[in-house]
């Protein structure tokens, strides 16, 4: 079996990890992706990718226009005043703006020309279908999890049709309407068939909400069921929240064998002006995960936070339990700096038992640029961690990273989601 030395300025080590990690394929295990048959559900092209919300959000530091009057303009008006604020009045140096700039090159497109025009003629010329494999094959990503809302409008139908599987998407069911807004949800379920009263929670209305969950769970074949949540959440409690996640999200991922996948720490509407840019973030009490996991223990969960301040305080709780699977670094958190320093203190505290990442996209073409930086940034770290253990005369094998870089990159994960 070969053996990489990494004596000090010993190339080969650092370069052989790169390679590896740069080329593994894997699973995008949480995008706002969509297969194509969703249709316009899908985003991809130029203009969306410059009116990502990240982008909405910086370029309005910049506007003193009401935001109506943004809102007002096409999403070519809009396009064209973030390149031109963020872009050409200002160096693209934000971590979305540098984005955009690394997945047009990425095309081979010449960004130093600046010419938006030309980008916009060159996506113009591309067919869906075969942009999505291209993209995939650029970012490494072998498959792209979806999040899947019966609560949302145009694509509830998608579902009610029958949509025609596509293998490169994961469908994956999202129920954030359902746990956060019971009172206006609990009659949307009603209309569509479900015995369920908004008050009191009774068992029936427990036992209707897991019928829902399993006809959804059945029609998506989900990988997982996913909410996020507010800071404030605590658990256990009486309100409506915990009891449903209690007595109806638990035991039917425990029915079903499905993670529950949990994220904690977004203040929803901060400022609603922004509209989908103006959420914000603020400090989780991670008692609540601890109460679940240990309350729990025949469930699994699997856990991002937006605060960078309860990171240290989620590894810690994956040391304490192994139902716990950590992902990601979310939102407000992929960022280079706060990607190194999460895969930094996740490798020395919980080792590879992780899933270091996950795009988040919302436009197709962002998988580009979001994998190739977090893998930059990963790698990085291994190499660092793989010569500190040479150090100590340890010897990794090839064989060893790749097995070890495959297990971040989707196994752990596989492994975790299987019933
Ligand atoms: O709730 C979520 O899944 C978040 O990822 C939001 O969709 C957020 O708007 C986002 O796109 N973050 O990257
Ligand atoms: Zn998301």
């Known amino acids: 079996m070969k053996t990489i030395h990494a004596e000090a300025g010993h190339v080969p080590f650092a370069r052989q990890i790169e390679g590896v990690v740069m080329s593994t394929a894997l699973p995008d295990i949480h995008t706002h992706l969509y297969a194509p048959q969703f249709r316009e559900l899908l985003l991809w092209g130029i203009d969306e990718l410059l009116t990502y919300h990240y982008l909405v959000a910086e370029v309005f530091r910049h506007l003193d226009v009401p935001y109506e009057k943004f809102w007002a303009l096409s999403k070519t008006e809009q396009a064209d005043l973030i390149w031109k604020q963020l872009f050409l009045e200002h160096s693209p140096i934000s971590e979305a703006c540098r984005g955009v700039l690394t997945t047009l090159h990425a095309f081979g497109l010449d960004v130093k020309k600046r010419d938006l025009p030309a980008i916009r003629k060159w996506f113009a010329a591309q067919s869906a279908d075969k942009h999505i494999t291209r993209c995939m094959e650029l970012a490494g990503v072998r498959k792209i999890y979806m999040t899947n809302s019966p609560f949302d409008d145009l694509e509830r139908p998608v579902w009610e049709k029958g949509y025609r599987r596509d293998a490169r998407f994961q469908a994956c069911l999202r129920i954030d309407p359902l746990l956060v807004n019971w009172p206006e949800t609990a009659p949307r379920l009603a209309r569509w068939g479900y015995k369920v009263k908004a008050s009191p929670l009774n068992h029936k209305t427990f036992d209707e909400v897991r019928r829902f969950l399993a006809d959804w769970t059945k029609r998506m074949n989900t990988a997982y069921v996913m909410v996020s949540i507010a800071p404030d959440f605590v658990f256990p409690a ?16 425990r029915e079903f064998g499905l993670p529950f996948a949990l994220m904690p720490g977004v203040r929803r509407a901060v400022n609603p002006q922004l509209r989908l840019a103006g959420d914000g973030v603020g400090l989780s009490n991670l008692t609540a995960l601890q109460n679940l ?86 790698a990085r770290v291994l190499v660092e961690k793989y010569s500190d253990l040479a150090q100590t005369g340890w010897q990794v094998t090839s064989a060893e990273i790749e097995r070890d870089v495959k297990d971040l990159f989707g196994g752990n994960f596989e492994r975790f989601c299987q019933p």
């Open 238 to 253: 009486k309100d409506a929240t915990s009891q449903l996640i209690e007595k109806a999200v638990l035991p039917h991922c």
């Open 293 to 378: 996991c240990a309350g729990f223990p025949e469930n699994k969960f699997m856990v991002t936070v937006l605060a960078r301040e309860n990171q240290h305080e989620l590894c810690v709780l994956a040391r304490k339990f192994r139902n716990l699977h950590v992902f990601g670094c979310w939102w407000f958190t992929n960022v280079p700096h706060l990607i190194e320093e999460m895969t930094r203190m996740r490798l020395e505290l919980i080792g590879l038992s992780f899933t270091p990442q996950h795009s988040d996209a919302r436009v197709l073409e962002q998988i580009i640029y979001k994998w190739q930086h977090s893998r930059r940034i990963i």
